[in-house]
């Protein structure tokens, strides 16, 4: 193997600039992985996920559509801009169908966001407990959901918070194991039992 050829293989990674990456670099460098977010200026990469994880999206963008009203609509996998340093995706949003602009469109403002789903995954666990609802909630998201996979039947448990407007943080309102009816921000009943017929 020839200098030059190892040198083709050797990957190049970009150095973060002194006060980190922007949402405006999310969106303008090369070659990032797909599903790549933005937290407090840092890049941060997304493992290969799980069935469960790919399935529970599934499930849940179908049954939060099924009852969304018109005025809303329901994404998957975006970009939500909160500041100049944070653009995380979460697993699953409820946005205004008015921040809908084009097909071409990679991101939401966090403004536009009714609803964040997280769905845990082991490489980013503590992000999806701890990191990420903080910093919705500092944002003014008001309703988060939690899911996690129980141990042995490997089954979603959705845990449904509410944020309160005092102390601008989230309220757990309940958990949720076969099925979630709410009525914030809509009228919504997911059947979870249905992930077995997925």
Not at 52 to 70: G, K
Request: hydrophobic fraction near 35%; glycine fraction near 4%; charge should be negative.
């Amino acid at each position: 193997m020839t200098a030059e050829s190892a040198e083709h293989r050797r990957h190049h990674w970009p150095v973060p600039p002194m006060d980190g990456y922007t949402v405006d670099d999310l969106f303008t460098l090369p070659d990032l992985p797909p599903h790549t977010e933005l937290i407090d200026g840092s890049l941060v990469f997304v493992s290969a996920q799980r069935d469960f994880h790919s399935v529970v999206i599934d499930l849940l963008v179908s049954e939060l559509r099924r009852t969304a009203p018109r005025e809303l609509r329901v994404r998957r996998e975006m970009t939500v801009v909160i500041d100049r340093r944070n653009g995380p995706e979460p697993d699953v949003s409820v946005v205004h169908a008015e921040a809908v602009k084009n097909r071409e469109q990679t991101y939401y403002k966090v403004a536009d966001v009714l609803l964040a789903v997280e769905v845990v995954s082991p490489d980013s666990e503590a992000r999806d407990r701890d990191y990420k609802p903080h910093k919705y909630a500092a944002a003014g998201i008001p309703h988060f959901w939690l899911v996690d996979m129980t141990g042995q039947d490997q089954h979603p448990v959705v845990q449904v918070y509410e944020r309160g407007e005092a102390t601008g943080t989230y309220a757990l309102t309940g958990i949720y194991h076969d099925r979630v009816k709410v009525n914030v921000p809509y009228d919504i009943d997911v059947d979870l039992t249905a992930i077995n017929e997925l």
